[in-house]
Antibody
């Protein structure tokens, strides 16, 4: 069965960076694109960007453009999301998702990131 | 960016009730619309994709309809496990965007 397992919770200071991993199993990694979704406490989910796992092409939300980088390691069936210059508003749960909002939509368990001085 | 607006923001209902949630897009999105259910502390769960296609494993009491700018999610007979927050999401163009959510509460 398809499974996405994300790295654990992080606590960071303002201005720091965080890199969240998302390890896929149960399918051929390059079959589905992987999206990253951000959800601040009590707020709606927000799409951050995606990566075509086959060729590495990416597309980012303008909201995070310049601060976010999504990469993948096909040999490890793992995608990564790095967010830089963290601020308090980045405190949220970050999810990776395969093929978001299609019949192949599978979500990771979420990685809480807290930004606090 | 395409704005997604849901109504109502919250609704109280009883087990067995029929509930309808609406979602409006700020521009036409054909049928590129999904519905998610989210419970506290959990990831969103896909219920409906392509406006009206039921995701595998989702009970048939959930149904979706609409195209263009106006969409609906209907739960035909509420069950206790259906009390949650529901989000619509457009997959027509980047950035994908979500509605503000509808909280379904027990009356």
């Amino acid at each position: 069965q398809v499974q996405l397992v994300q790295s654990g919770a992080e606590v960071k200071k303002p201005g720091a960076s965080v890199k969240v991993s998302c390890k896929a199993s149960g399918y051929i990694f390059t079959t589905y694109a992987i999206h990253w979704v951000f959800q601040a406490p009590g707020q709606r989910p927000e799409w951050m960007g995606w990566i075509r796992t086959g060729n590495g092409d990416t597309n980012y939300s303008q909201k995070f453009q310049g601060r976010v980088t999504i990469t993948r390691d096909t040999s490890a069936s793992t995608a990564y999301m790095e967010l830089r210059s963290l601020r308090s508003e980045d405190t949220a749960v970050y999810y990776c998702v395969t093929a978001l909002s299609t019949s192949s939509d599978y979500w990771g368990q979420g990685t809480p990131v807290t930004v606090s001085s | 960016d395409i704005q997604m607006t849901q109504s109502p923001s919250s609704v109280s209902a009883s087990v067995g009730d029929r509930v309808t949630i609406t979602c409006r897009a700020s521009q036409g999105i054909s049928t590129w619309l999904a519905w998610f259910q989210q419970k506290p502390g959990k990831a969103p769960k896909l219920l409906i994709y392509s406006a009206s296609s039921l995701q595998s494993g989702v009970p048939s009491r959930f149904s979706g309809s609409g195209s263009g700018t106006d969409f609906t999610l209907t739960i035909s007979s509420l069950q206790p496990e259906d009390f949650a927050t529901y989000y619509c999401q457009q997959a027509y163009s980047f950035p994908y965007t979500f509605g503000q959510g509808t909280k379904l509460e027990i009356k």
